[in-house]
Nanobody
Framework: QVQLVESGGGLVQAGGSLMLSCAAS????????MGWYRQAPGKQREMVAR???????DYADSVKGRFTISRDNAKNTVYLQMNSLKPEDTAVYYC?????????WGQGTQVTVSS
């Protein structure tokens, strides 16, 4: 059973940066594509970035050019570097496999961007 623990969120002003981390337990992590998802109040959860086991990345249009996903398979960790943050990036951020979410959801990490 893979467990996911997200961290690194916080309160930041518009234009600022944050680096999120997702630590995964279990042996299947390195073989799966992983993604970062977010859910804003009153909205559905959406995937914002994903990375294959080999490092190929893909981004939602809303974050392209501002967010960078990366992974360290040796550490079972996925990262999301978020730059030029906007108030509309405010959400709880989660990681999971992508595009199909095979793992249970972690607690997420709150990102709040003030204007």
């Amino acid at each position: 059973q893979v467990q996911l623990v997200e961290s690194g969120g916080g309160l930041v002003q518009a234009g600022g940066s944050l680096m999120l981390s997702c630590a995964a337990s279990g042996s299947t992590f390195s073989t799966r594509a992983m993604g970062w998802y977010r859910q804003a109040p009153g909205k559905q959860r959406e995937m914002v970035a994903r990375i294959t086991s080999g490092g190929i990345t893909d981004y939602a249009d809303s974050v392209k050019g501002r967010f960078t996903i990366s992974r360290d398979n040796a550490k079972n960790t996925v990262y999301l570097q978020m730059n030029s943050l906007k108030p509309e990036d405010t959400a709880v951020y989660y990681c999971n496999s992508a595009p199909n979410t095979y793992y249970g959801w972690g607690q997420g990490t709150q990102v709040t961007v003030s204007s």
